[in-house]
T-cell receptor, first 112, second 106 residues
Framework: SQTIHQWPATLVQPVGSPLSLECTVEGTSNPNLYWYRQAAGRGLQLLFYSIGIDQISSEVPQNLSASRPQDRQFILSSKKLLLSDSGFYLC???????????FGPGTRLTVL | KNEVEQSPQNLTAQEGEFITINCSYSVGISALHWLQQHPGGGIVSLFMLSSGKKKHGRLIATINIQEKHSSLHITASHPRDSAVYICAVTGNQFYFGTGTSLTVIP
């Protein structure tokens, strides 16, 4: 069966520090991968999605970047965190675009 | 104006009540999703539907494509149903509602 992992579960970082969040999927090949952010009291916002290795689309301009160095690995990064980057970050995968998405457990990021 | 609107934003019900959460959208879609987000933050996909009705246990989801409206029903609600329910649609892009926070009181 397929599983999706995210780490770390929680993270507290100072403003201006770098960020790296990792997401891996097991049990499937060539999944579509997604990064979402949910700010406090706000809805889900799609940040990035990827249909394959090195094929990444950004939905909104921001202080973040994404990379997919391997088929089932999706990384969210920042060179310098801002206070506004605080939130709950979720990774998800689907078999095909616009299909049912399966979410990871999420990372709660607090930038101080 | 948001492309996906949910109502109500907050809902409190007594255990056993029948619950309805509504979702309206304004864009062309290929599918509509209902998601459940538990207090810890984890999200589970409940339904994906593009027409008609789907049922899973005590949960029923319906969609009316012509009216651009979907409803999520919970029969015989239970405290463990307490969560945020999110409506999302996929068309040219992904659009998410802001969620309905449901609390079921024993």
């Amino acid at each position: 069966s397929q599983t999706i992992h995210q780490w770390p579960a929680t993270l507290v970082q100072p403003v201006g520090s770098p960020l790296s969040l990792e997401c891996t999927v097991e049990g499937t090949s060539n999944p579509n991968l997604y990064w979402y952010r949910q700010a406090a009291g706000r809805g889900l916002q799609l940040l990035f999605y990827s249909i394959g290795i090195d094929q990444i689309s950004s939905e909104v301009p921001q202080n973040l970047s994404a990379s997919r160095p391997q088929d089932r690995q999706f990384i969210l990064s920042s060179k310098k965190l801002l206070l506004s980057d605080s939130g709950f970050y979720l990774c998800a995968w689907s078999l095909i675009s616009r299909d049912t998405q399966y979410f990871g457990p999420g990372t709660r990021l607090t930038v101080l | 104006k948001n492309e996906v609107e949910q109502s109500p934003q907050n809902l409190t019900a007594q255990e056993g009540e029948f619950i309805t959460i509504n979702c309206s959208y304004s864009v062309g879609i290929s599918a509509l999703h209902w998601l459940q987000q538990h207090p810890g933050g984890g999200i589970v996909s409940l339904f994906m539907l593009s027409s008609g009705k789907k049922k899973h246990g005590r949960l029923i989801a319906t969609i009316n494509i012509q009216e651009k409206h979907s409803s999520l029903h919970i029969t015989a609600s239970h405290p463990r149903d307490s969560a945020v329910y999110i409506c999302a649609v996929t068309g040219n892009q992904f659009y998410f509602g802001t969620g309905t926070s449901l609390t079921v009181i024993p």
